[in-house]
């Protein structure tokens, strides 16, 4: 009678121990803060992905409800003859590389030259990071000036240095459309690439520095050997932050040509928009917005893999 009644005060201890600790556990004690936007993310968020893409399988056109009968893939199998839609994907990509590409470039020798302490590093900083405080809207309308074809800065430069052969109209040539939209987005976004490499360079100990130099190897070859290939962490972190605001230039182009800037200078955010709301074929508008969710990701997934394997080494 004992021992059956000492057991029934043990398990009725454990019992009380586990609702206990439960009720101190941290993560269900989150649950009624992490419900509503979990659920809100999830709808609006989530549930808006799914929908878009159920979207791009009708032939939905904004009119009455669309038609979920039938899906299929015809949308993304007309895109591949396509002709705007090709010339727009090929424009975002030359856009993507050359402006990543330029930015890091012009980043990493910035990030360098303010390392090596020079005077006024402060306001060097603020000065390269100016540019990125403001908006597209207000870059575009600022380049939009500097590009005029008879009043522009630029091309008064050229003519004053003797190069009135490049005194073009930038913005209204398809050749060159691209390449002004290129210089003014690295204008934009070099500082941000200077303070992600700088950041990385700070990390550096300055042993590594020192011990270079006293193995005879010279400022070329300390940067290229020693100090450059340990900063992939903030060359992937900048890659993909690049790539992401190129991926949202849409409002830089959108103020500069409205939603039909022409072949040299359309790129995939643009077409979306048009085709979306400007010609009222949603379907085909959604199929657009999961092409460029897919970009996204096939920027960001090498990324993540490059996080997780680097913390398992």
Same mark, same amino acid.
């Given at each position: 009678?004992?021992?059956?009644?000492?057991?029934?005060?043990?398990?009725?201890?454990?019992?009380?121990?586990?609702?206990?600790?439960?009720?101190?556990?941290?993560?269900?004690?989150?649950?009624?803060?992490?419900?509503?936007?979990?659920?809100?993310? /999830?709808?609006?968020?989530?549930?808006?992905?799914?929908?878009?893409?159920?979207?791009?399988?009708?032939?939905?056109?904004?009119?009455?409800?669309?038609?979920?009968?039938?899906?299929?893939?015809?949308?993304?199998?007309?895109?591949?003859?396509?002709?705007?839609?090709?010339?727009?994907?090929?424009?975002?990509?030359?856009?993507? /590389?050359?402006?990543?590409?330029?930015?890091?470039?012009?980043?990493?020798?910035?990030?360098?030259?303010?390392?090596?302490?020079?005077?006024?590093?402060?306001?060097?900083?603020?000065?390269?990071?100016?540019?990125?405080?403001?908006?597209?809207?207000?870059?575009?309308?600022?380049?939009?000036?500097?590009?005029?074809?008879?009043?522009?800065?630029?091309?008064?430069?050229?003519?004053?240095?003797?190069? &009135?052969?490049?005194?073009?109209?930038?913005?209204?040539?398809?050749?060159?459309?691209?390449?002004?939209?290129?210089?003014?987005?690295?204008?934009?976004?070099?500082?941000?690439?200077?303070?992600?490499?700088?950041?990385?360079?700070?990390?550096?100990?300055?042993?590594?520095? &020192?011990?270079?130099?006293?193995?005879?190897?010279?400022?070329?070859?300390?940067?290229?050997?020693?100090?450059?290939?340990?900063?992939?962490?903030?060359?992937?972190?900048?890659?993909?932050?690049?790539?992401?605001?190129?991926?949202?230039?849409?409002?830089?182009?959108?103020?500069?040509?409205?939603?039909?800037?022409?072949?040299?200078?359309?790129?995939?955010?643009?077409?979306?928009?048009?085709?979306?709301?400007?010609?009222?074929?949603?379907?085909?508008?959604?199929?657009?917005?999961?092409?460029?969710?897919?970009?996204?990701?096939?920027?960001?997934?090498?990324?993540?893999?490059?996080?997780?394997?680097?913390?398992?080494?």
């Amino acid at each position: 009678m004992i021992d059956s009644i000492n057991k029934n005060i043990s398990q009725s201890q454990r019992y009380t121990d586990f609702l206990q600790g439960l009720r101190q556990n941290g993560f269900l004690k989150s649950i009624p803060f992490l419900l509503v936007p979990t659920i809100l993310v /999830g709808v609006f968020v989530y549930g808006s992905v799914l929908w878009n893409f159920l979207i791009s399988l009708t032939d939905f056109e904004g009119f009455g409800d669309p038609e979920y009968s039938s899906l299929d893939f015809e949308l993304y199998t007309q895109m591949l003859s396509d002709p705007t839609f090709i010339n727009a994907a090929r424009n975002t990509v030359v856009l993507i /590389g050359s402006f990543t590409a330029v930015c890091l470039v012009i980043g990493l020798g910035l990030a360098i030259l303010v390392d090596r302490d020079i005077r006024f590093e402060g306001s060097v900083r603020t000065i390269y990071l100016l540019p990125m405080s403001l908006s597209f809207v207000v870059t575009s309308i600022f380049w939009a000036w500097m590009y005029n074809p008879t009043s522009g800065v630029i091309n008064y430069l050229l003519g004053a240095v003797g190069l &009135e052969s490049l005194t073009i109209n930038w913005l209204g040539d398809p050749a060159t459309q691209l390449l002004a939209i290129t210089i003014a987005l690295v204008w934009q976004f070099s500082g941000l690439a200077m303070i992600i490499y700088l950041a990385g360079l700070r990390k550096i100990p300055q042993d590594q520095y &020192e011990a270079a130099r006293l193995d005879g190897a010279n400022f070329r070859i300390r940067y290229l050997k020693v100090i450059i290939p340990q900063l992939k962490t903030s060359t992937f972190s900048a890659i993909v932050i690049l790539i992401l605001f190129s991926l949202k230039a849409f409002d830089f182009i959108y103020v500069l040509y409205g939603v039909n800037p022409g072949p040299g200078a359309d790129i995939l955010p643009i077409m979306m928009y048009r085709v979306a709301f400007d010609a009222n074929n949603w379907a085909y508008g959604s199929a657009i917005a999961v092409v460029l969710l897919v970009a996204t990701f096939v920027a960001i997934v090498p990324y993540l893999y490059y996080q997780y394997t680097k913390d398992l080494l």
